[in-house]
């Protein structure tokens, strides 16, 4: 019998020997190590793992087997543990305004097979991009500004919650949430912008960047705060651009761009690559 295999998560205050006990107990519980990542942070002092295994021999193991196993290590190195079965895909659900690059890239992926995830439906204050969602036969919850900002945020997180979503990806969602959903949302909610930011905001911001003659075009994936487009960052890439492109050309490469950023921080937090360091990320990529 195949068994699925586990993803083991923890964070704690680095120490000696961590490694070592981790290891020692998934292998008095059976336990086969397939792939194992870990990082101390010296500024922070905190230690951070990822640890992929499955089970051997012929018993089927659960989750709570393994738990139990680990536990005496959780309370010696007083660990925050998160494990999964890495068979569980999890719940996203994606909001979007106008522009459908970022959604239409995710949702390809997602329906080929390519991201490990369960697309649960698709938010916009928008009606613009109904045809396409619906032609994938997801839930549309069309949720327009018209009662104002807190009345829809209100019908926002309804739809969250009906769904099941752990995940909610603003894929360019054109809307700046409010204090109270950055919080309601922390650490379950990626955003994706042009890396011009700071320096180009507001309007259409690869005009403005070809106008300065900028030399790389970009994206970031970041983790939703308060403090907006400051959370912490997941993943980043540029390309160069040269003078001989017009405004228009910028605009098409940062979409590419934008839309292969986000999947890929998508696809890592629901790989549990990703883990909090205060406002940085720790990413076993």
């Known amino acids: 019998m195949t068994q699925s295999h586990f993803i083991l998560t923890i964070r704690c205050k680095d120490a000696v020997g961590i490694v070592a006990a981790v290891a020692s107990a998934l ?22 793992m990822r640890t992929v295994f499955r089970p051997t021999g012929m018993r089927v193991f659960r989750r709570d087997d393994f ?4 536990a ?22 994606l909001a979007v305004s106008k522009h459908g690059h970022c ?3 995710l949702l ?18 928008h009606d613009d991009l109904r045809r396409l ?12 500004m018209d009662d104002g900002k807190a009345a829809q945020e209100a019908r926002f997180r309804d739809a969250i919650a009906a769904s099941g979503a752990e995940l909610t990806v603003l894929a360019r969602y054109m809307q700046v949430l409010t204090d109270d959903m950055c919080r309601h949302l922390e650490g379950r909610c990626i955003n994706i912008h042009h ?5 180009f905001k507001g309007a259409r911001p690869y005009h403005q960047a070809h106008a300065r003659g900028v030399k790389v075009v970009g994206a970031t994936a970041h983790y939703v705060t308060a403090d907006l487009d400051e959370g912490p960052i997941i993943e980043q890439e540029t390309q160069r651009v040269g003078h001989n492109l017009d405004p228009d050309a910028f ?6 761009i934008e839309s292969v950023v986000l999947a890929r921080a998508v696809r890592w937090h629901a790989e549990h690559r990703v883990m909090l360091d205060g406002r940085r990320t720790v990413v076993f990529a």
């Open 27 to 48: 292998a008095d519980a059976d336990a086969f190590i397939t792939e194992s990542s870990h990082y101390g942070d010296e500024a922070t002092g905190l230690f951070f």
């Open 103 to 105: 959604l239409n890239h």
């Open 133 to 144: 969602v619906e032609w994938y036969e997801l839930p549309f919850h069309h949720l327009p």
């Open 195 to 199: 890396s011009f930011l700071p320096s």
């Open 251 to 256: 605009v098409r490469i940062g979409k590419d």
């Open 108 to 125: 390809h992926q997602w329906h080929s097979g390519e991201l490990p995830i369960d697309v649960v439906g698709v938010v916009s204050n």
């Open 67 to 70: 738990a139990g196993a680990l």
């Open 72 to 93: 005496p290590v959780v309370g010696r190195f007083e660990m925050s543990m998160d494990l999964r079965d890495a068979a569980e895909r999890m719940k996203v659900l």
